[in-house]
């Protein structure tokens, strides 16, 4: 009389799972690692992007600040703005030394 196929001989038949899974999740890590690093370097480049507009701008300020006619103002705002200079110039002169 022959058996019905039951469960254990069903799961001999059946090809490992692991054997063909392992290869599919170690390449999924691995492209996983590849976006990781892309995500990473994307981030560094935005944050030196940032900081060379940070810097443009500042300089612009600057620019605006040394430029700007003492004459037309109030002692009181021509004083504000000969500080704000004074400070540009001591920036100025200390980047230039640290290069």
Do not use: F, H, W
């Amino acid at each position: 009389m022959d058996r019905p196929m039951g469960s254990k001989q069903a799961k001999r038949g059946r090809s490992n799972l692991s054997e063909e899974l392992i290869p599919q999740l170690l390449d999924n890590q691995a492209q996983m690692l590849q976006t990781q690093n892309s995500v990473a370097e994307s981030n560094r480049e935005l944050a030196l992007q940032g900081k060379a507009a940070q810097e443009s701008l500042q300089s612009m300020v600057d620019y605006t600040i040394l430029t700007t006619k003492l004459c037309d103002l109030d002692d009181e705002a021509r004083e504000e703005l000969q500080a704000r200079q004074a400070e540009v110039i001591r920036r100025s002169r200390a980047r230039r030394e640290r290069e």
